[in-house]
């Protein structure tokens, strides 16, 4: 029996390691990219669709209960769920 | 951010001649597989759907699909968006008076190198395969006097034309820039092998 917020922890991690990728990548971008209108074009819909999805993914984890326990052993066949 | 009204280093009287990238379609392969990367998660939350699989039966558990999901395509979008820096950051500036060659290798290696337009020798366009040829990109190489290394345009769009306009731009930077010429040739002419040199230096002789 795992809970929830372990995986929440795990994703934050996952989350920090590619949101320092990220900057750097569009930092380098902005820095070395030519000034023209598919520089800005590809940065803005990277980090407009990165948002998007943290967005997406904090508005589940707000809805969640974090202390439910998960057993992964039956999760894919019967989720067994306690609180 | 570079900008092409102000190029590093600029020369006085300095114009823009040409900027070129690799052809488009050397990318759609990459991207056409990032698509699929991306596509995806939404693939297999429709299978789960479909088979009414009990994983997304409680909010808790489907937290666990959604949360990795997102990672998932948060990482296929950034592989998509470095493959693109990749390819937009690789670029080859041909002006009245150098070749600057900037190509940026992964996310912190960075080359910018140029040469003045007087050094250059000999200039070959390569157009070698089928979508090469029917699309008309390939190689330049630019064989520069004095080194061993060559400037190489990889997969530019119309290669046979920019050879052309390189080596009639460098005809008239040379002529332009005659004395500085006269000195590249005579440092190529140094590090030749020594019979050729003789053979050379036989043949100018009256």
Same mark, same amino acid.
């Given at each position: 029996?795992?809970?929830?917020?372990?995986?929440?922890?795990?994703?934050?991690?996952?989350?920090?390691?590619?949101?320092?990728?990220?900057?750097?990548?569009?930092?380098?971008?902005?820095?070395?990219?030519?000034?023209?209108?598919? =520089?800005?074009? =590809?940065?803005?819909?990277?980090?407009?669709?990165?948002?998007?999805?943290?967005?997406?993914?904090?508005?589940?984890?707000?809805?969640?209960?974090?202390?439910?326990?998960?057993?992964?052993?039956?999760?894919?066949?019967?989720? =067994?769920?306690?609180? | 951010?570079?900008? !092409? &009204?102000? !190029?590093?280093? /600029?020369?006085?009287?300095?114009?823009?001649?040409?900027?070129?990238?690799?052809?488009?379609?050397?990318?759609?392969?990459?991207?056409?597989? @990032?698509?699929?990367?991306?596509?995806?998660?939404?693939?297999?939350?429709?299978?789960?759907?479909?088979?009414?699989?009990?994983?997304? @039966?409680?909010? %808790?558990?489907?937290?666990?699909?959604?949360?990795?999901?997102?990672?998932?395509?948060?990482?296929?979008?950034?592989?998509?968006?470095?493959?693109?820096? %990749?390819?937009?950051?690789?670029?080859?500036?041909?002006?009245?008076?150098?070749?600057?060659?900037?190509?940026?290798?992964?996310?912190?290696?960075?080359?910018?190198?140029?040469?003045?337009?007087?050094?250059?020798? #000999?200039?070959?366009?390569?157009? &070698?395969?089928?979508?090469?040829?029917? !699309?008309?990109?390939?190689?330049?190489?630019?064989?520069?006097?004095?080194? /061993?290394?060559?400037?190489?345009?990889?997969?530019?769009?119309?290669?046979?034309?920019?050879?052309?306009?390189?080596?009639?731009?460098?005809?008239? %930077?040379?002529?332009?820039?005659? %004395?500085? @010429?006269?000195? @590249?040739?005579?440092? &190529?002419?140094?590090?030749?092998?020594? #019979?050729?040199?003789?053979?050379?230096?036989?043949?100018?002789?009256?």
């Amino acid at each position: 029996m795992i809970p929830v917020y372990y995986f929440v922890i795990a994703w934050l991690i996952f989350l920090g390691v590619f949101v320092l990728i990220a900057l750097v990548s569009v930092m380098q971008m902005l820095r070395f990219g030519l000034a023209h209108w598919l =520089t800005y074009f =590809t940065t803005v819909a990277f980090v407009g669709l990165s948002a998007i999805i943290i967005v997406f993914s904090l508005y589940w984890i707000g809805h969640a209960n974090l202390l439910t326990e998960l057993n992964l052993n039956s999760i894919f066949g019967n989720p =067994t769920m306690t609180s | 951010m570079l900008r !092409l &009204t102000n !190029l590093p280093g /600029q020369l006085p009287d300095e114009k823009i001649i040409g900027m070129y990238r690799r052809h488009p379609i050397t990318i759609l392969g990459l991207l056409l597989a @990032a698509l699929v990367l991306i596509l995806l998660p939404f693939g297999v939350y429709a299978y789960i759907k479909i088979i009414e699989s009990p994983v997304l @039966a409680t909010p %808790d558990s489907g937290l666990l699909v959604i949360l990795g999901g997102g990672i998932f395509l948060l990482f296929a979008l950034m592989f998509v968006y470095q493959s693109f820096l %990749d390819y937009w950051l690789d670029t080859w500036i041909v002006t009245n008076f150098r070749i600057i060659n900037i190509e940026q290798h992964g996310l912190f290696s960075r080359t910018v190198s140029e040469l003045r337009l007087y050094r250059v020798q #000999d200039v070959t366009a390569d157009v &070698t395969g089928f979508m090469h040829s029917m !699309l008309d990109f390939g190689q330049v190489y630019i064989q520069t006097a004095g080194e /061993q290394e060559r400037f190489v345009f990889e997969d530019v769009p119309h290669p046979n034309k920019i050879s052309k306009d390189v080596m009639n731009l460098a005809e008239q %930077d040379r002529k332009a820039h005659l %004395d500085e @010429a006269m000195e @590249a040739m005579e440092e &190529t002419h140094e590090n030749l092998h020594p #019979d050729i040199k003789e053979r050379a230096q036989r043949r100018l002789e009256p």
